[in-house]
């Protein structure tokens, strides 16, 4: 049996917008590209269904653009406890990470210009045994991105010395 959840703290309702934009970002982008595909395809000698693939590709994008951003803020959280970090994420498949206190070797906070345009950040939690990033919390507020680096960073001085 496993343990339950701690109480997650959620992201700011920033993330929300930030989720949003990501989507539709990406919604342009495979927009464009299936576009180029079926541009491809007709002059390739192909009638009449080309045209057809990005009609279809765009509405499924627009679904999911519309309904995935909320259901991926709703699912995003992180609970500090005494002894470690726990993240907990995704929307078709639940991920939980517990990062132990004990392992975490830096902590980055990041913000690329969307989130330095919406006040947020990222934060990026290293451990010993990854090659990157072991925990991500992206849409953070800024302060609190900051304020949670300073504590996982006291702590990991706190457990060396």
Not at 32 to 53: D, I, K, M, S
Not at 111 to 118: A, D, F, N, T, V
Not at 137 to 143: D, F, N, V
Request: proline letters at 6%; charged letters at 20%; hydrophobic letters at 45%.
């Amino acid at each position: 049996m496993t343990a339950p959840l701690p109480t997650l703290e959620r992201l700011p309702r920033g993330a929300l917008t930030l989720f949003r934009i990501r989507a539709l970002l990406r919604m342009g982008i495979y927009g464009a590209l299936t576009f180029a595909v079926a541009l491809g395809l007709r002059f390739a000698g192909n009638e009449h269904w080309p045209f057809l693939l990005p009609c279809a590709v765009v509405l499924g994008l627009s679904v999911l653009t519309a309904w995935y951003p909320q259901r991926a803020h709703e699912r995003w959280g992180w609970a500090l406890r005494e002894h470690d970090l726990v993240i907990s994420h995704g929307v078709l498949l639940r991920e939980v990470v517990s990062i132990p206190a004990g392992r975490i070797q830096h902590v980055d906070v990041h913000q690329g210009p969307i989130e330095r345009s919406l006040g947020l950040a990222r934060l990026q939690i290293y451990t010993a045994a990854g090659s990157g990033a072991d925990g991500e919390i992206p849409g953070l507020a800024r302060e609190t991105a900051d304020a949670l680096r300073e504590r996982l960073v006291r702590r990991e001085a706190d457990d060396v010395v």
